[in-house]
């Protein structure tokens, strides 16, 4: 079956470090991949998509995602945190058929160290 | 900017009561989904639709019902609330037919926190 791993579930930075939040998936062929935000008591925002091409993809705030075929991955990263960025975030990967249904990993929440 | 908004942000609801959550979106979207969101759990869909008085029941749809009557608007109902429906529900749409990339990106309103006393 398909499924999303998001193996961390919480994770502490300091600001001004680097960020990365793993995502892997299993799927029998290349999905759709996302990454969401959420900040507390709000609904989810889209910070990234892949659908084909470049493996590495640019969103909003400063983020990126590469995917890696090989490794079943969808890692997102930020050079610098800033306090702001201190949300849930949820990799989700979306299918090509017409019955199968967006599946959203568990989430990592990502704390801020000032 | 594609705008999902959900009437209730917050609701208090005693057991046995019928609860109806609104949904509405502003950009002609042919999708919209509810989840509900509980924490350790990630989302979970309930219910799905892709045309207008079309429904599917998604992971989750014991205890809810919904309606789409329109193309811009999907109620979720539970008939008789329960303290174990005490949850943040999160209404999303999406264009495109389903399997399409497109379909696959959703536009989430704010949630709707419910709690079942």
């Known amino acids: 079956a398909q499924s999303v791993t998001q193996p961390d579930i919480h994770i502490t930075v300091s600001e001004g470090a680097s960020l990365e939040l793993r995502c892997n998936y299993s799927?029998?062929?290349?999905?759709?991949l996302f990454w969401y935000v959420q900040s507390p008591g709000q609904g989810l925002q889209l910070l990234l998509k892949?659908?084909?091409?470049?493996?590495l993809v640019q969103g909003i705030k400063g983020f990126e995602a590469e995917f890696k075929r090989s490794q079943s991955s969808f890692n997102l990263r930020k050079p610098s945190v800033h306090w702001s960025d201190a949300a849930e975030y949820f990799c989700a990967v979306g299918l090509m058929n017409r019955d199968d249904k967006i599946i959203f990993g568990k989430g990592t929440r990502l704390h801020i160290l000032p | 900017d594609v705008k999902v908004t959900q009437s209730s942000r917050y609701l208090v609801k005693r057991t046995g009561e019928k609860v109806f959550l609104e949904c509405v979106q502003d950009?002609?979207?042919?999708?919209m989904f509810w989840y509900r969101q509980d924490p350790g759990l990630g989302l979970r869909l309930i219910y799905f639709?892709?045309?207008?008085?079309?429904?599917e029941k998604g992971d989750i749809p014991e205890g809810y019902s919904v309606s789409r009557e329109k193309k811009e608007r999907f109620s979720l109902i539970l008939e008789s609330a329960s303290t174990n429906q005490t949850s943040m529900y999160l209404c999303?749409?999406?264009?495109?037919?389903?399997?399409?990339?497109?379909?696959?990106?959703?536009?989430f309103g704010a949630g709707s926190r419910l709690t079942v006393l």
């Open positions: 999303a749409s999406s264009f495109g037919t389903s399997g399409s990339s497109g379909a696959n990106v959703l536009t």
């Open positions: 892949y659908f084909s091409g470049d493996t």
């Open positions: 799927y029998g062929a290349t999905p759709y």
């Open positions: 639709s892709y045309d207008v008085k079309m429904k």
């Open positions: 950009m002609d979207h042919e999708n």
